[in-house]
């Protein structure tokens, strides 16, 4: 079914006979932002790991669980859309309680499939690129003593197949961020294999890097452990919240915009929700707005804090909590963002 035509559906139930808005999506309805997994020590600290797939009706304004029992149980994994002859999300690596993973599933609603493993190194906290067809697994940390990778994967979802991508990432980092835009990845911090927070941006063609303009940060310091997401309507994209020193106390609420027409940064204001600033939150895009969701706050708290950002009115707005557990380190997508 194209997702234009869900979109109708998802509009017509979200209203209802009487107009009101449905509390509940069904499961035809499956265009909007899913949140994936992750971590929740609050939840059960000697097995933290969520095994959940949570989708958000941006329409109706309400979320509702999806195949709760094949998703993947899994922390620090990338998750991306992937816009094929059957848009999918794909998620690949992550950590488990054993330490970091190859398995790669797709999701096409309403069931998880597993798909071929990413090859060798198994690896956590990479950055997942939606682009033109195919998937990209860019970076992240492989356990090691010197944990943080450069290899970049591509993942084709016709043949069901992995290749490794000749151009690696101009620096071995993980607990980057990133986005898409007009089928372009865009790659911002992370921890250096010297355990420092990186400020470097590149942009990512799917066959090379290039550096770019940094955005400005807190005394320079850069981000890791934030979130990315891309706006198609102004070619925008947005860098979220995130730590620039290890450690929870050293957070930022700093939002900055990068126009990748004018390739300038501008200052986006501050992520507006109870918790303020937050680290190993996740984002996605989707109508031309951002959804952030959950994190560890300032506090050291898991949260379950879910908020959207709108570029036309430079404004952020706290919705509804997404279910519990509250959690940190999930993935998250969309799907039917057309």
């Not at 940390?141 to 990432?169: C, E, Q, R």
């Not at 911090?189 to 807190?218: A, K, L």
């Amino acid at each position: 079914m194209r997702p234009t035509r869900i979109r109708r559906q998802l509009v017509r139930a979200a209203k209802g006979s009487s107009g009101a808005a449905d509390v509940t999506p069904t499961l035809a309805q499956t265009d909007g932002v899913y949140v994936i997994g992750g971590q929740s020590l609050t939840c059960n600290p000697s097995v933290s790991n969520i095994g959940d797939t949570n989708f958000y009706s941006t329409i109706a304004k309400v979320w509702a669980r999806r195949a709760p029992s094949s998703c993947p149980d899994m922390k620090d994994h990338a998750g991306m859309s992937i816009k094929a002859a059957d848009e999918e999300i794909l998620v690949a690596g992550g950590v488990a309680s054993f330490g970091p993973r190859r398995e790669a599933k797709k999701y096409v609603p309403d069931f998880w499939q597993f798909r071929t493993s990413i090859p060798e190194p198994a690896r956590g906290q990479s950055v997942g690129f939606g682009m033109n067809g195919v998937g990209f697994i860019v970076g992240g940390d492989d356990g090691d003593s010197t944990p943080a990778i450069n290899d970049v994967d591509k993942f084709f979802p016709s043949t069901n197949n992995w290749s490794a991508v000749g151009n690696a990432l101009p620096e071995a980092l993980g607990e980057s961020a990133g986005f898409v835009l007009d089928g372009v990845g865009w790659y911002h911090g992370g921890q250096s294999n010297s355990s420092e927070t990186t400020n470097r941006f590149f942009r990512f063609s799917g066959f090379g890097w290039q550096n770019h303009p940094t955005p400005p940060s807190v005394a320079g310091n850069g981000q890791r452990g934030h979130a990315a997401f891309g706006v198609e309507r102004d070619f925008q994209g947005y860098i979220v919240s995130g730590t620039w020193i290890a450690g929870v106390p050293n957070l930022t609420a700093e939002v900055h915009r990068w126009d990748t027409v004018a390739e300038t940064w501008t200052t986006a204001g501050f992520i507006r929700s109870i918790s303020g600033a937050r680290v190993y939150l996740s984002a996605a895009a989707f109508d031309n707005r951002g959804f952030v969701h959950a994190g560890l706050n300032a506090g050291g708290f898991e949260t379950s804090e879910h908020d959207e950002y709108n570029p036309i009115t430079n404004a952020w707005t706290s919705h509804d909590d997404m279910p519990l557990p509250v959690r940190q380190r999930q993935a998250a997508a969309s799907l039917g963002d057309t």
